[in-house]
C-alpha cells in the first residue's frame, strides 16, 4: 500500500542531510538576559526581546490587574463584541506615541499585514515590494489580487525603475517595505522611498517590526528616524519584539485606519487580541512614553558588541541596528558553530535557507538591554574559542 505522506518523510530528510532542518528548543523560564533552556542555564543571544521588555514587573502586574477586572478572553472579533475600551486605550496611545494620527491593532505583526495589503490593493493595481521583504508581507501580497513587482533590495533607483516601467498601466500603486531587515540589521532608504512615493502617487507602506522600539528618538520607528511624520501612509509594527509582548499594528493616515476597521480581514474575522497582551502592550507603550533610558541602553550594548565581535576577526555584515549577523557562509558550519556555542552556555541560533539566502547561513545575534556588560563579555568570550575552533577567525 503506498503511503501517501511519504514525501514529508523524504523532505524532511533533505533538510537533515542539508543541515536545514529547524531544531526547536524548549525555554524553561521568563524571557531575559538568560535563559533555561532544554534544562541549562544558557546566555539568551537570540530573542528579539529588544529592550528587556518580556518579562518586566510593569507589564507583568498591569497584565494582571486587567485579568482580574476583565478576565481573559476577548470572546470576540474586534467588530463584534470583541472591542474592550483596553484596546481603544492601546491605540491611542500607539497613535500619540508614534505621533501618528491613528492606530488600529492587531493580534500579529503577521496579522497586521495580512489584514492591511489586500484591503489596499485588488485587482488591477501594482505591490511594488523590496525583493528581501519579510515573508508576512509576501503572504499579504498574494492574498490579494493585484498584480506585483519587486525592486532590488534598498535600492531606490531600482525602485524608480519599476515604477517608471508600469507607469499608467495600473489604479493604485502601493510601495512595501521592511523598515529594518531582520536578517542583516539594515535600513531601508525610507527617504528616498518617500520622494518616489510621492512623485509616482503610490501608496507607501512600511513593516517596521524590528524598528519599533529600537530606531528613531526614544524608539519611536523608521519614520520618526528619518523625520517622514505625515509622508508615509502606514507604518506597520509588531508588540511581539522591542514592546516585549505580543501584537501588531497599524500607525498613520486616520482614513486608512477607519477602512482597515472595515475590511482588514484579520480584524473582522480573528477575535482580538487578549486582555493580558492588551494590557501589558500599554504599559510597555507608557514605559517608552516616560523615558528613552531602555533604548539609549539597547544601543549602547550593541554598538559595544560589534565593536569587539569586529575586533576579533568575524565577518558582522552591513548591520546599522543592534542585530547583529555573525556571516559563517555554509549552513552546516553555522549549525555546528550554535551547537558549540550552546555546549559553552551561549544560546544562539543558527538560521539558513529559506530564511536566507543559499550560502548565507549566519548565527544572529539579538543583542538586549537587559545585557549587562559582564554578559555581552561571557559571550563574547564564547564566540572567540568557538571561532577560533572552528577556523571562522584566526
Ligand atoms: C517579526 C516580523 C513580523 C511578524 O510580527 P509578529 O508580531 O511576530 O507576528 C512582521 N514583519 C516583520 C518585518 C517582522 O520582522
Not at 529592550?51 to 490587574?65: I, T, W
Not at 552546516?332 to 544562539?348: D, I, N, T
Request: proline share 3%; aromatic share 8%.
Amino acid at each position: 500500500m503506498g503511503d501517501k505522506l511519504a514525501w514529508i518523510d523524504e523532505s524532511l530528510e533533505d533538510l537533515k542531510e542539508s543541515g536545514l532542518y529547524t531544531h526547536i528548543r524548549t525555554i524553561e523560564s521568563p524571557q531575559g538576559p538568560w535563559l533555561v533552556v532544554d534544562g541549562r542555564k544558557v546566555l539568551n543571544f537570540c530573542s528579539n526581546n529588544y529592550l528587556g521588555l518580556a518579562n518586566h514587573p510593569r507589564l507583568v502586574e498591569k497584565a494582571k490587574e486587567a485579568i482580574d477586572r476583565y478576565g481573559v478572553g476577548p470572546g470576540a472579533v474586534r467588530t463584534i463584541a470583541g472591542t474592550l475600551s483596553l484596546h481603544l486605550e492601546l491605540e491611542r496611545k500607539l497613535a500619540a506615541f508614534k505621533g501618528a494620527e491613528a492606530a488600529i491593532s492587531f493580534q500579529s505583526g503577521f496579522n497586521a499585514n495580512l489584514a492591511t495589503i489586500p484591503a489596499l490593493a485588488d485587482r488591477g493595481d501594482l505591490i511594488v515590494s523590496d525583493e528581501l521583504n519579510h515573508a508576512s508581507i509576501i503572504d499579504g501580497v498574494r492574498l490579494s489580487r493585484a498584480d506585483r513587482a519587486v525592486y532590488k533590495h534598498c535600492d531606490a533607483d531600482d525602485l524608480k525603475r519599476v515604477l517608471e516601467e508600469h507607469k499608467g498601466k495600473h489604479r493604485r500603486l502601493l510601495i512595501i517595505t521592511d523598515g529594518v531587515f531582520s536578517m542583516d540589521g539594515d535600513i531601508a532608504p525610507l527617504d528616498k522611498i518617500a520622494d518616489l512615493a510621492e512623485e509616482y502617487e503610490a501608496i507607501l507602506m512600511v513593516d517596521d517590526a524590528h524598528g519599533e522600539g529600537v530606531l528613531g528618538h526614544g524608539g519611536r520607528g523608521i519614520v520618526d528616524y528619518f523625520g517622514l511624520h505625515g509622508r508615509v501612509d502606514i507604518e506597520v509594527g509588531t508588540m511581539s519584539k522591542a514592546f516585549g509582548v505580543v501584537g501588531g499594528y497599524v500607525a498613520g493616515n486616520s482614513k486608512i485606519v477607519e477602512w482597515l476597521h472595515q475590511r482588514g480581514r484579520p480584524f473582522l474575522f480573528s477575535s482580538a487580541m487578549t486582555v493580558p497582551d492588551t494590557a501589558a502592550c500599554i504599559a510597555s507603550v507608557d514605559i517608552l512614553q516616560e523615558s528613552t533610558e531602555l533604548v539609549d541602553r539597547l544601543w549602547d550594548n550593541a554598538r559595544y558588541f560589534k565593536g569587539e565581535m569586529q575586533r576579533l576577526g568575524f565577518d558582522i555584515g552591513h548591520s546599522q541596528t543592534p542585530i547583529t549577523p555573525v556571516m559563517l557562509g555554509e549552513a552546516r558550519l553555522a549549525q555546528k558553530f550554535s551547537s558549540r556555542l550552546y555546549e559553552e552556555g551561549v544560546f544562539g541560533t543558527a538560521i539558513g535557507y529559506p530564511t536566507v539566502p543559499k550560502g548565507k547561513a549566519r548565527i544572529r545575534v539579538m543583542i538586549s538591554a537587559a545585557h549587562s556588560r559582564e554578559d555581552l563579555e561571557k559571550g563574547l568570550e564564547a564566540f572567540a574559542k568557538v571561532g577560533k575552533e572552528l577556523g571562522v577567525i584566526g
